[in-house]
């Protein structure tokens, strides 16, 4: 069993967490990011993440978290995450987008070991999220923001000793802000990221630097 993934995609990072979470073993490919013909060849479209098993090839994160979830022991995902969390991060996915997009294409992520990969990335998103430089010149308004965001969220943290759905859902996110320098989580959240990224076996950038 194979797991294609981009290491600074949140959607991959939801489905590596069942690994750690359930001790499942699946081997773990991340893909260079301007490589088109790989996932084109295999689900039709340039996106990750991939399953590849003995049934075929599953995309779509949530569909193989539930994949995964039904491999080992009872299931920890099936009930859907709590009304508040999904609230809030409607509420902020665009300030996490514009905080975090910018500095993604970073060599830390095998997926941007080579510059044609970097350059791919900057130009696919910057159509859509607009110019990194200018979108970098706010960045200490982007935290300060993000700051209140993150304080907002202490009251609806899962409880990472009993992993969730919940924890699928959020943890993705505040790992990718673990890449933006300047960016301090309160205590709290900081400590419910640092103990889900044990558990599930996902490094966060801060350890990855």
């Known amino acids: 069993m194979k797991l294609y993934l981009y290491d600074h995609c949140p959607f991959c990072t939801r489905v590596r967490m069942p690994l750690g979470l359930k001790s499942i073993s699946a081997e773990e490919v991340y893909l260079a990011n301007d490589d088109e013909e790989t996932p084109i060849g295999m689900i039709g479209a340039k996106m990750v993440p991939i399953l590849e098993d003995a049934d075929g090839h599953m995309a779509e994160s949530l569909d193989i978290v539930a994949k995964l979830d039904g491999l080992s022991g009872e299931r920890m995902f099936d009930a859907p995450p709590q009304d508040e969390l999904l609230t ?3 509420n902020w996915a665009e300030r996490v987008s514009t905080l975090v997009i910018p500095c993604a294409p970073d060599p830390v992520f095998p997926e941007f070991a080579t510059e044609s990969a970097r350059a791919y990335f900057t130009a696919k998103k910057t159509a859509s999220l607009g110019d990194f430089d200018q979108l970098r010149a706010r960045t200490d308004e982007y935290i300060a923001d993000m700051t209140d965001g993150l304080r907002d969220l202490v009251s609806v943290l899962p409880d990472a000793a ?24 309160p205590a709290e959240v900081e400590a419910y990221t640092r103990a889900m990224s044990k558990a599930s076996g996902v490094p966060l950038v801060w350890d990855m630097r």
């Not at 009993?162 to 989580?185: A, C, Q, W, Y």
Request: net charge negative; proline share 7%; aromatic share 12%.
């Open 162 to 185: 009993h992993p969730s759905s919940d924890d699928i859902h959020i943890f993705p996110v505040l790992r990718s802000l673990t890449i933006v320098d300047g960016l301090e989580f």
């Open 88 to 90: 809030w991060m409607r």
